[in-house]
T-cell receptor, first 115, second 110 residues
Framework: ETGVTQTPRHLVMGMTNKKSLKCEQHLGHNAMYWYKQSAKKPLELMFV???????ENNSVPSRFSPECPNSSHLFLHLHTLQPEDSALYLCASSQEWLNFYNEQFFGPGTRLTVL | GQQLNQSPQSMFIQEGEDVSMNCTSS?????WLWYKQEPGEGPVLLIA?????ELTSNGRLTAQFGITRKDSFLNISASIPSDVGIYFCAGDNYGQNFVFGPGTRLSVLP
């Protein structure tokens, strides 16, 4: 049983919709991450939060807007997405950011389809 | 940025066979990690390696941190059907360059 949960597990949205993905970690970790996993591509790191502060934004389009209200919760707000944004969005957490022991633990992901 | 290569890209094996896969990089890493991902799920951490030359086991899985720090290997002994999935390696340098490989897709034939 994973210590990182994500909701919803599946989401279908139109290009004009606004939706949010939610991630919650029950591991007492201080760092949280959003990844995008597309078919036949390695996992792409999107955002990193450490102690609720965004510390990395890897050239992600502004139609993706992250929010970290506390160290246990992470959101990804979506608006005016494109069909090529369809992918599995994975949330992960680790004990600390910029730590030698940086084992990341993943949630089950949200399968997003943009029509 | 840094990239990892994994080989083979995919493999089909008979149940009971041993499996070997590897991960290579042109750059050195201080940490190597191996994950397994099953359909519809997120990656699950299998083994973490922190020292060059280190050999670590987790049940039927054994992973090694290459002495050059540019590669890592994962072996699975006596494969079973539930070993099916995609195996990802990841390299890390104190959290600053956490990067995943493209994965090795494993299929186990009964």
């Amino acid at each position: 049983e994973t210590g990182v949960t994500q909701t919803p597990r599946h989401l279908v949205m139109g290009m004009t919709n606004k939706k949010s993905l939610k991630c919650e970690q029950h591991l007492g970790h201080n760092a949280m991450y959003w990844y995008k996993q597309s078919a036949k591509k390695p996992l792409e790191l999107m955002f990193v939060y450490s102690l609720e502060e965004r510390v990395e934004n890897n050239s992600v389009p502004s139609r993706f807007s992250p929010e970290c209200p506390n160290s246990s919760h992470l959101f990804l707000h979506l608006h005016t997405l494109q069909p090529e944004d369809s992918a599995l969005y994975l949330c992960a957490s680790s004990q600390e950011w910029l730590n030698f022991y940086n084992e990341q633990f993943f949630g089950p992901g949200t399968r997003l389809t943009v029509l | 940025g840094q990239q990892l290569n994994q080989s083979p890209q995919s493999m089909f094996i008979q149940e009971g066979e041993d499996v070997s896969m590897n991960c290579t990089s042109s750059s050195i890493f201080n940490t190597w990690l191996w994950y397994k991902q099953e359909p519809g799920e997120g990656p699950v951490l299998l083994i973490a390696l922190y020292k060059a030359g280190e050999l670590t086991s987790n049940g039927r899985l054994t992973a090694q941190f290459g002495i050059t720090r540019k590669d890592s290997f994962l072996n699975i002994s006596a494969s079973i059907p539930s070993d099916v999935g995609i195996y990802f390696c990841a390299g890390d340098n104190y959290g600053q360059n956490f990067v995943f490989g493209p994965g090795t897709r494993l299929s186990v034939l009964p």
